[in-house]
């Protein structure tokens, strides 16, 4: 079983839906949860960041973490075209250890 | 991310050569590392260097080797490249201690293909 599993999807949403986006994790002493957005032929970037589990809302997206279920989500409200992207999850122990990312879920959006 | 840069942008490269990556930030973070990237297998990391002096293998360092030139500078080399390092190759930075959780920052990446 991999650390971290992400479903690769593609996921295909018309535009103003709302969008899940899911990772399962194996190792419970993970404490740091984090939302990448890739944009095609970019380096990812920091969408979300979290400490040990709750929610944290920034605008449209919502970062949830449920580590009794050892699952984290990621929510996109009102989703628009320029949403488009692979986003990966990541993780680490504590700060200053290695992050360990999902494999990404490619994400469209259509207007 | 234009505060990491790194070059080349994209590389054609026969088996067997000696192939360099370079990258440089301007962030003026500590630690530095290289991921490559690959289609079904998402992110990996090869080598991470904590601040000069300091540098560690990450999950896949066969085949690699790096040298941190500077705080400013870390470079991945492919020795005798082989076509399964047909990839594409991050570089990134953090800045650990400052209250920005060790937030890593990436640069644009170099798309590699070994013929």
């Known amino acids: 079983q991999k650390e971290v599993e992400q479903d690769p999807g593609p996921l295909s949403v018309p535009e103003g839906a709302i969008v899940s986006l899911n990772c399962t994790y194996s190792?419970?002493?993970?404490?740091?949860f984090m939302w990448y957005r890739q944009y095609s032929r970019k380096g990812p970037e920091l969408l979300m960041y979290?400490?040990?589990?709750g929610n944290k809302e920034d605008g449209r997206f919502t970062a949830q973490v449920d580590k009794s279920s050892k699952y984290i989500s990621l929510f996109i409200r009102d989703s628009q075209p320029s949403d488009s992207a692979t986003y990966l999850c990541a993780m680490r122990l504590q700060a200053g250890t290695a992050l360990i990312f999902g494999k990404g879920t490619t994400l469209s959006v259509s207007s | 991310d234009a505060d990491v840069t790194q070059t080349p942008r994209n590389r054609i490269t026969k088996t067997g050569k000696r192939i360099m990556l370079e990258c440089s930030q301007t962030?003026?973070?500590?630690?530095m590392y290289w991921y490559r990237q690959d289609p079904g297998l998402g992110l990996r990391l090869i080598y991470y260097?904590?601040?000069?002096?300091?540098?560690n293998k990450g999950e896949i360092s066969d085949g690699y080797s790096v040298s941190r030139q500077a705080q400013a500078k870390f470079s991945l080399s492919l020795e005798s490249a082989i076509p399964n390092q047909t990839a594409l190759y991050f570089c990134?930075?953090?800045?650990?201690?400052?209250?920005?959780?060790?937030?890593?920052?990436f640069g644009p990446g170099t798309r590699l293909t070994v013929l």
């Open positions: 260097s904590f601040d000069v002096k300091d540098i």
């Open positions: 990134a930075t953090s800045d650990y201690g400052t209250g920005d959780t060790d937030t890593q920052y």
């Open positions: 190792n419970s002493a993970f404490q740091y």
């Open positions: 962030k003026g973070h500590d630690r």
């Open positions: 979290t400490y040990s589990s």
